[in-house]
Each structure stands twice: as C-alpha cells, then as structure tokens.
Antibody, heavy 125, light 110 residues
Framework: EVQLVESGGGLVQPGGSLRLSCAASGFTFSSYWMHWVRQAPGKGLVWVSRINSDGSSTSYADSVKGRFTISRDNAKNTLYLQMNSLRAEDTAVYYC??????????????????WGKGTTVTVSS | QSALTQPASVSGSPGQSITISCTGT?????????VSWYQQHPGKAPKLMIYDVSNRPSGVSNRFSGSKSGNTASLTISGLQAEDEADYYC??????????FGGGTKLTVL
C-alpha cells in the first residue's frame, strides 16, 4: 500500500525550531518529487515547498523562504522539513504529498496524488 | 504570492450540476495549463480530482470536469451526490513561486 506518514509536529515557542519527517512506503520514493503543504486551523491549503527526486533542486513559498529547509534521505525513504524561526502564523497541519505520475508514466510536477494524514504544528508561548 | 480567488461557498440539490470558479492572473491560471482541483472532506487529507485543467486521475468519477477560459478555471460537478459535500481547492503553477492554491470553496448539498 502506498503510504505517507508525517511526524515531528508539536508545540513550540515563537522563534523556536522543529523538524518534520515524512516516511514513505509502498512506492519507489527516490523516483518522486515531493511537496509540503500546510493548512492553518479553519483555513485553506497553502503550498510550502517542493523537492526534486534526488534532492538537488528545491522551491519555497515566500512566506517560509530563508526559514524552512526541505530535504530528503532516499536511503531512508524519508522527506524532511526543517522549520526555524517559527512564528504564530506557521501554526498549521503540515501535509507531505507525492507528485502524480500519470497513466503515461509522465511526472506531473505540480499535482499531488498521495497525501499523508498530516502532523500538527502549534507555535505559541 | 496571493491565493487564487474562489467563492467561499456554493450549494446545490442532489442530481443538479454546480460550477466552482477559480480566478488568477496571467502569471498562474491564465499563463499555463497547469490547473488542478482537490476535494477535502472534514478532517481528511485532500484528494486530487482534476489536473492539467481537465484531466481526471484514475478512479475519479466522470461527474467531475474542469475547464479554463483566460484567467479563470472552473470545476463542474454534475449529478450532485451527498458525498460530494466537501471543500474544494483549485491550484495552479505560478511563475513567482511554484504552486499556489485557491482559498477554497465549501460545497453544500442541500
């Protein structure tokens, strides 16, 4: 079964750091680009970051650029999000998601077809 | 990067059709055919319903269809069913960052 399981969320004070993990199983993790998407309580989805299959290329939303770092360990089938200088507005459920590979085998970089259940990050004093 | 603009809510009766709009700019929706739609039920992870403006992933009902005109994309759900009640989000590739989502639309099946 294809599965993504996030962990590492919790309560952290403003200015603090947290590292999220996303364990992948049931597919060849090293072949897929991956994304992080977050959702503040009662709010909509917000794209956070993406990484290519070998970890050599990354992109970030302006709101987290310079504070968050996405990375991956293909040997451990795990995606990470290192979050530093956390702010109250970073409070959200954080989802990791796998990019879609369509029926023709084409990688669809901008679409996410497998999602984890999310991990909750709360930034508060 | 500003979120794409969606109506906050839409509603329809079982069997009817509804359309949800998603308005962006020439830097995202209008400039590329990389528009997608996600369905999210309360407390659940999002589910990809439409990609590349109008393509359905395997397993998604053909009651869901997508289109685009200029800077506005649309999701149409025909033959509305109770289980379609959910939040719907559009997203697009954007030249300014990578991906941007809409603010979400709550669909109520009356």
């Amino acid at each position: 079964e294809v599965q993504l399981v996030e962990s590492g969320g919790g309560l952290v004070q403003p200015g603090g750091s947290l590292r999220l993990s996303c364990a992948a199983s049931g597919f060849t993790f090293s072949s897929y680009w991956m994304h992080w998407v977050r959702q503040a309580p009662g709010k909509g989805l917000v794209w956070v970051s993406r990484i290519n299959s070998d970890g050599s290329s990354t992109s970030y939303a302006d709101s987290v650029k310079g504070r968050f770092t996405i990375s991956r360990d293909n040997a451990k089938n795990t995606l990470y999000l290192q979050m530093n200088s956390l702010r109250a507005e970073d409070t959200a459920v954080y989802y990791c998601a796998r990019v879609l590979v369509d029926s023709y085998g084409r990688i669809q970089y901008y679409y996410m077809d497998v999602w984890g259940k999310g991990t909750t990050v709360t930034v508060s004093s | 990067q500003s979120a794409l603009t969606q109506p906050a809510s839409v509603s329809g009766s079982p069997g009817q059709s509804i359309t949800i709009s998603c308005t962006g700019t020439s830097s995202d929706v209008g400039g590329y055919n990389y528009v997608s739609w996600y369905q999210q039920h309360p407390g659940k992870a999002p589910k990809l319903m439409i990609y590349d403006v109008s393509n359905r992933p395997s397993g998604v009902s053909n009651r869901f269809s997508g289109s685009k005109s200029g800077n506005t994309a649309s999701l149409t759900i025909s033959g509305l069913q109770a289980e379609d009640e959910a939040d719907y989000y559009c997203s697009s590739y954007t030249s300014s960052s990578f991906v941007v989502f809409g603010g979400g639309t709550k669909l109520t099946v009356l």
